[in-house]
């Protein structure tokens, strides 16, 4: 290689290292920003913003959803294994939506710890399969768990 | 062997080589691209059994997921070509590099819009400002600014090293794309295909995946080599080997 | 498994199709850009010769 094109190799390198530099610090400082959604146990210590509007995520409990027979409207426990925090919704909900589902809802916290969400959105898993393999496996799990 | 490998290099350098061998390989990638898609459609949309929980909505990933990954693949390669531009002056890198922008916008709107119609049924929205989704739409913008930067400079070589320099600064956001699922909590899922244990995706869900993904590349090796010598003509038209050109008389 | 059965996705037919359709359209339109802008880039360079034939 000859000198200049050497320089010019250099030049570039360190151009590109700085780029990613630059941008690794301004990622980090903006860690928080980048969440999408607080988890239960980050609302119970406080981390996540009180009287504020903000996202929440994780897996509806088994069993926990109540819908009412006249509107919309339903409550259901939200969990993320460690912690679990109860929201309340009036919608329609994603078809995605179930219980043991992860989903993420858009809201405010009551006065009494309740989840008071606008929006509830679906998150699925990275798991494809036919439906005939999903009940083979959760058979096979009944049995494990026996 | 390696005297012929540096050869090849070589010829592929020189403008009036290059537009005759990508004449000769183009129509073989795009019919060969054609031809798996066809079967790879029939093979996702029609043999590939219905998902679990989300019905035949996921069918969506035959395209989403390709025009993904080819997104992200297309600017590594004019990222490539600009570093060798700017590096060796070559003026087949800076060809390269210019022609490979937008294609490789038109994937990743292909997979924000198709991602977005995913979205709608399957999450209960178009769009949402998660990590993931916000980096797709960066690299969009990084694609429309490598177009508009060539545009802008009459000087051809100028803006061949122009474009080579916008093209490695903005490196820095392939890695972000691919693990801003990992780093920071989103909406999106995590990845299923490209993690380190197996895939979590049954295998005839899989192979038409991958069939597409192969058919996505070769398309792009195709339209890539038709953009380039199409380019190569516009910056050579005046010279004599162009105009002695069979097609030109 | 019928057409219509195969149309309608399990009711995700219109998100499925759109989706498809928007990739067609994108991919068609890389093919015959290309080939389009080579027969004016021809075009001109035939022009151009002519004009130099007449000059000389």
Sequence with gaps: ??????????????????????????????????MFFFSPSEVATGEAP?????????????????RDPDSLAVTFGLTDYDEAVTVSYTGILPDLFREGQGIVAHGKLNGDGVFVADEVLAKHDENYMPPEVADMMEQRKAKGAQ | M????????????????????????APWFIGLALVLMAGGLYWGLVLAPTDYEQGDAYRIIYIHVPAAWLSMFVYMCMAVAGGLALV??????????????????????????TGSIWGKPMWGTWWVWDARLTSELVLLFLYLGVIALDNAIEDRRLA??????????????????????EWWNTLHQGPTVTKFDAPSIHWSMLVPLLVMAVAFMLYFGGTWLLRA???????????RWAMELPEAS | MSLTEFLAMGGYGAYVWSAYGITVAVLAWQLILPVVQRRQIVRQIRRRKRQEARRA
Excluded at chain 1, 50 to 66: A, I, N, P, T
Excluded at chain 2, 2 to 13: D, E, K, Q, S
Excluded at chain 2, 164 to 178: D, E
Aim: hydrophobic share 50%.
């Design chain 2, 160 to 181: 061949g090293r122009a474009v080579g320099i916008l093209a490695l600064v903005g490196v820095v956001n392939i890695p972000i794309i691919h693990y801003s699922v």
């Design chain 1, 1 to 34: 290689m000859t000198p200049t094109r050497k320089k010019r190799l250099y030049l570039i390198a360190a151009m590109v290292a700085g780029v990613a530099v630059a941008t690794g610090l301004a990622l980090k400082a903006f860690n928080e920003n980048l």
């Design chain 2, 229 to 239: 010598r199409n380019e190569v003509l516009r910056r050579e038209g005046n010279r």
């Design chain 1, 50 to 66: 009180e009287g504020e509007r903000f996202r929440l995520g994780g897996m509806v409990v088994d069993g926990s959803v109540q």
């Design chain 2, 2 to 25: 390696f005297r012929a490998l540096v050869n090849f290099y070589h010829r592929l350098g020189s403008p009036p080589h290059f537009y005759r061998i990508s004449g000769r390989l």
């Design chain 2, 88 to 113: 060796w002056r070559m003026k087949m890198a800076e060809v390269m590099a210019v022609t490979a922008a937008p294609i490789g916008a038109g994937f990743t709107l292909l997979a924000l819009a």
